[in-house]
């Protein structure tokens, strides 16, 4: 059974830092894509960044491009979410998720490519 845990989320301040960790058991990710997702209260599920299996190709929302990093430790199978100058309106629960074999090699911004998702951790971003 695949599991994703998330954490590092939390209360901050506009302009301030977190780093979000998204833990996976069950699976090894080093051969699939990853990917952060987060929702809003009375919003969508949106894709924030993902990083394929293969050659950890990125691939950014453009609402985060140049704020956010995703990246990936293999040897620990976490992935990371770097998110910096933080805006109110990045507040959401932030979802980790896992892709599917045929999506391995690409960093899919598609929900419908990620078949395990995470509990999700609260990022609240006060103005």
């Known amino acids: 059974q695949v599991q994703l845990v998330e954490s590092g989320g939390g209360l901050v301040q506009a302009g301030d830092s977190l780093r979000l960790s998204c833990a996976a058991s069950?699976?090894?990710?080093?051969?699939?894509?990853m990917a952060w997702f987060r929702q809003a209260p009375g919003k969508e599920r949106e894709f924030v960044g993902a990083i394929s299996g293969t050659l950890s190709r990125v691939n950014y929302a453009d609402s985060v491009k140049g704020r956010f990093t995703i990246s990936r430790d293999n040897a620990k199978n976490t992935v990371y979410l770097q998110m910096n100058n933080l805006r109110p309106e990045d507040t959401a629960v932030y979802y980790c998720?896992?892709?599917?074999?045929?999506?391995?090699?690409?960093?899919?911004?598609?929900?419908?490519?990620?078949?395990?998702w995470g509990q999700g951790t609260q990022v609240t971003v006060s103005s």
């Open positions: 069950g699976r090894t990710i080093s051969g699939y894509g």
């Open positions: 998720a896992t892709s599917g074999p045929r999506y391995s090699s690409i960093p899919a911004r598609g929900s419908a490519a990620y078949d395990y």
